[in-house]
């Protein structure tokens, strides 16, 4: 008998955290369908419904190309960042070098940079360069913070057993080899959860984007809207 209230119990707690995260997405979809008068009333359903959002957003702005300039500029970031990360966390691991955890050091400090202190170095360098309203300004500085990556592989890699990486160099591999046949598939789970927390990052930036690509032919979603904000309301008034 306990047992079953055991079980009722945590299944009250589990769709009870279900509602919870589900209803802010129920209201972000009803509200969506609300004129701008009602947006911030507590109805549960708009009063007079409306598909005059959706025509803004499809027609006014564009949005299908600021959602695929997102995902253009996080996926690719994502993929470089992933990938020099792993180089580098291989690097610091197998190579004996003078200077080693000297430079391993710096590179880590930068994770104590604020992104804010470069940004203006940055955009100078970025404009010199012609990446202004480009993909290689928001990729490039982008995939460059790539140093809690670099933290993160290292000690997964270190974490592989090194008589397993002697026992290839003897069979012959080179570097590449291991690395890509031993080392990339045992820290696997490390390099997917790199690329989530990456990818999520990205998708989320705002400032740096709202800075290299304000034209909403490359903007991404979040600084795409803010910059076009300013020129649908000169139209319409509002």
């Given at each position: ?26 209201w972000a979809l009803v509200a969506s369908f609300k004129p ?107 995939s460059a913070t790539c140093a809690f990556g670099i933290l ?7 974490a592989v057993p090194r008589s397993l990486l002697e026992a ?71």
């Amino acid at each position: 008998m306990s047992t079953r209230r055991g079980s009722v119990l945590v299944h009250a707690v589990a769709v009870a955290v279900v509602v919870f995260m589900v209803f802010p997405v129920l209201w972000a979809l009803v509200a969506s369908f609300k004129p701008p008068n009602e947006l911030f009333t507590l109805a549960p359903v708009a009063e007079n419904p409306t598909l005059e959002n959706y025509r803004v957003a499809l027609v006014d702005l564009p949005l299908l190309r600021m959602l695929l300039n997102t995902t253009l500029m996080a996926a690719a970031v994502t993929v470089i960042q992933v990938f020099v990360a792993l180089l580098a966390g291989y690097a610091f691991t197998a190579f004996r070098f003078p200077g080693r955890h000297v430079l391993y050091l710096a590179v880590i400090a930068t994770i104590l940079v604020p992104q804010q202190v470069l940004m203006i170095p940055s955009y100078i360098m970025a404009a010199r360069l012609g990446w202004l309203n480009t993909y290689l300004g928001l990729v490039i500085p982008l995939s460059a913070t790539c140093a809690f990556g670099i933290l993160l592989l290292r000690g997964h890699i270190e974490a592989v057993p090194r008589s397993l990486l002697e026992a290839a160099r003897m069979d012959g591999a080179r570097h590449h080899e291991i690395l890509w046949r031993i080392v990339a598939p045992a820290v696997r789970p490390a390099l997917s959860a790199l690329a989530i927390l990456v990818f999520i990052s990205t998708w989320n930036e705002y400032l740096w984007p709202l800075l290299i690509a304000p034209r909403p032919s490359t903007a991404p979603c979040r600084s795409g809207w803010s910059c076009s904000r300013p020129r649908r309301a000169r139209r319409t008034g509002r």
